[in-house]
């Protein structure tokens, strides 16, 4: 009896799983099943489908021109595809999207966009009601009316706009068009190119980061990149050129970036603010994409935190709204933080210990130490990080230790952030490595430092003064006794200024044992000694602070 209904079970679910694939089927292939059930089939796309895109140029001189179409049925990227360079025109991508459930009989869905002078399917034999459209500035459009369009993986679902002819994406499943779109722009407009999302938005890869199987983990601090749209303007470059070449601040930026991502293998890079030179940044998420295209193609985690240029420029895309992008991409750990506080990108990461261990070995604090001072007339200069944060560290900080004394080894805080502690100023305290210039820290002192020292945090490091690449040991005023490293990076990005006597472009890394609970720290240059580790130095051994060694 009992074999007898295990039998008919095993064979009413066979049969219910072969009706559910014929089902499946059929309606990927001819679309049968009524809507308020297609939507819960698996190939159903949730969001929003593209029908339509097209471009619309207005003058800035006609003030009867227009750039806007009826909102109820087109949505305007907001991107000026002249960057409000122009002085006599502008441009904007619209486009018409629907939900697949309200697609009607009379609606195409778009299945592929292209840029060129040529209609694409010149010499191509296509179907009779998949022909190119042509739309204004040489962009193309296909449309489908296939009932089963809406579901295909050609389905365009989002469009967007890059700029510049060193534009890359950096998000899972879109893909970038190569040829910018043909508007009538002068040559220092970077050129606009349409980037394209197919089917379903494709969830980001955010791996855990881990301690290697032989204890080590290396950090790769990258400070003040200074990104363009476009590839930028070289600021005090050393050498000028090289083989030749005239320096284009980008490129060189990032080819330094990829050889030192390639010959030191990090962990985690931690990118400490000043990513994006506004200024020379109109479109940010441009600048953004350029370095997390090459941490995401080598499969490497990052985490973000913003500097007092990120978000300059005439229209600059807010701290919330880049954080927003860069909490999308691939292999980012970045979060915006809690709401109730001070800034963007108060946050921390875990790094846990080696094998498969669920225990913190390592905890990265990041924190936003904002812009410029919000009250000048007392404490010009920069700006400081604010009670708040200190605050949500500390209990942060005090509600992390109980698990983090179930490591079997010794656990260690570090800590990120972009503007320097007032007490990187003291001249009396011993540093390693070169003070090139004056150190621009907030003149108010919220007591962050001694903060971090309460807490147990051993290093600290920051960006912001390019020049300064020292590692300057903090000690308790009375005893003398070691208490933190502040170290800087050094700024990596020849879109930033270098000068101070030829400074050289330089990223610093962080070495951990986590077997001795040994950091030692070192610098690598853009040029001249390429290869060296410039003042490679222990600054914590066995978890405790050490003072730096006598060099005979």
Same mark, same amino acid.
């Given at each position: ?10 064979q009413l ?7 559910f694939l ?8 001819f679309?049968l099943?009524?809507n308020?059930?297609h ?9 929003l489908?593209?029908?339509d895109?097209?471009?619309?140029t207005?003058?800035k ?13 087109w949505?305007?990227?907001?991107k ?10 502008s441009?904007?991508?619209?486009v018409q ?22 209609d694409?399917?010149t010499g ?13 500035a ?11 369009a ?12 890059l700029?510049g002819?060193?534009a890359?994406?950096?998000?899972d499943?879109w ?5 910018a779109l ?11 190119h ?14 855990q980061p881990?301690v ?9 601090q ?5 990104l363009?749209?476009?590839v930028g ?10 083989d030749?070449?005239?320096c284009?601040a980008?490129?060189?930026t990032?080819?330094f ?13 931690v990118l ?8 020379t940044a109109?479109?940010?998420?441009s600048a953004?994409?350029?370095y997390a295209?090459l941490?995401i193609?080598?499969?490497i985690?990052y985490? /973000?935190? *913003?500097?007092?240029h990120?978000d300059e420029?005439? %229209?600059?895309?807010?701290?919330s +709204?880049q954080?927003?992008?860069? !909490?999308?991409l691939?292999?980012?750990l970045s ?6 506080i001070?800034?963007?990108?108060n ?7 080696q094998?498969?261990?669920?225990h ?5 604090y990041?924190l936003?130490?904002h812009s410029?001072?919000?009250d ?8 400081w ?5 200190i ?6 900080s005090?509600?992390?230790?109980k698990?983090?004394?179930e ?22 305290s ?6 090139r210039?004056?150190v621009t820290?907030?003149?108010?002192? /919220?007591? *962050?430092?001694?903060a971090?020292?309460?807490?147990? %945090?051993?290093?600290v490091?920051? +960006?912001?003064?390019?020049?300064? !690449?020292?590692?300057?040991l903090s000690?308790?005023k009375?005893?003398?006794?070691p208490?933190l ?9 020849f879109?930033?200024y ?5 400074f050289?472009?330089?990223?610093r890394?962080?070495d951990i ?11 690598r ?10 003042d ?17």
């Amino acid at each position: 009896m009992t074999r007898r209904i295990v039998r008919t079970i095993s064979q009413l679910t066979a049969a219910a799983v072969f009706t559910f694939l014929i089902i499946l089927f059929l309606d990927r292939n001819f679309r049968l099943l009524p809507n308020a059930v297609h939507e819960y089939m698996p190939q159903h796309h949730h969001g929003l489908v593209v029908t339509d895109i097209t471009i619309t140029t207005c003058s800035k001189i006609n003030l009867f021109s227009s750039c806007k179409l009826d909102p109820e049925s087109w949505h305007r990227v907001e991107k000026n595809l002249y960057l409000d360079k122009s002085w006599v025109s502008s441009a904007y991508v619209h486009v018409q999207r629907k939900k697949e459930e309200e697609l009607v009989a009379d609606d195409k869905v778009v299945v592929g966009v292209t840029v060129g002078r040529l209609d694409p399917s010149t010499g191509v034999k296509g179907q009779a009601d998949e022909k190119w459209e042509s739309r204004p500035a040489g962009l193309w459009v296909l449309r489908s009316s296939k009932p089963t369009a809406s579901d295909s993986k050609k389905a365009v679902t989002a469009i967007d706009v890059l700029f510049g002819d060193d534009a890359v994406e950096a998000r899972d499943g879109w893909q970038l068009q190569n040829m910018a779109l043909l508007l009538d722009a002068s040559h220092d407009i970077p050129s606009a190119h349409i980037t394209v999302r197919q089917g379903t938005q494709v969830e980001p890869i955010r791996p855990q980061p881990r301690v290697n199987d032989n204890g080590k983990f290396k950090i790769m601090q990258l400070a003040d990149l200074h990104l363009s749209t476009g590839v930028g303007h070289c600021r005090d470059p050393v050498p000028e050129k090289i083989d030749g070449e005239d320096c284009m601040a980008d490129l060189r930026t990032l080819h330094f970036v990829t050889r030192l991502l390639d010959e030191e293998k990090p962990d985690l890079v931690v990118l400490s603010g000043d990513q994006v030179n506004g200024d020379t940044a109109p479109d940010a998420q441009s600048a953004i994409f350029k370095y997390a295209d090459l941490l995401i193609k080598r499969k490497i985690p990052y985490v /973000s935190i *913003f500097g007092n240029h990120d978000d300059e420029g005439p %229209v600059p895309l807010p701290r919330s +709204g880049q954080m927003a992008l860069i !909490e999308q991409l691939p292999y980012s750990l970045s979060v915006a933080g809690p709401d109730d506080i001070d800034g963007v990108g108060n946050y921390y990461i875990e790094v846990l210990a080696q094998g498969t261990s669920k225990h913190s070995a390592l905890t990265v604090y990041l924190l936003d130490s904002h812009s410029y001072s919000p009250d000048e007339r007392q404490w010009s200069g920069y700006d400081w990080i604010k009670k708040n944060q200190i605050d949500w560290f500390r209990q942060t900080s005090e509600g992390l230790k109980k698990k983090h004394k179930e490591y079997t080894h010794i656990h260690m805080d570090v800590a990120f952030i972009h503007i320097p502690l007032p007490e990187y100023r003291d001249a009396t305290s011993p540093y390693v490595g070169e003070w090139r210039e004056g150190v621009t820290a907030p003149k108010y002192n /919220s007591g *962050f430092r001694d903060a971090l020292v309460e807490q147990g %945090v051993v290093m600290v490091s920051c +960006g912001h003064d390019h020049a300064n !690449e020292y590692c300057m040991l903090s000690s308790n005023k009375e005893s003398k006794r070691p208490e933190l490293w502040m170290c800087y990076g050094g700024g990596a990005g020849f879109g930033g200024y270098g000068g101070y006597g030829g400074f050289v472009r330089r990223v610093r890394f962080f070495d951990i044992d986590m077997n001795e609970a040994r950091i030692t720290t070192y610098k690598r240059l853009e040029y001249g000694d390429t290869t060296g580790r410039i003042d490679p130095q222990i600054i914590v051994d066995g978890g405790s602070v050490v003072p730096p060694k006598e060099h005979s």
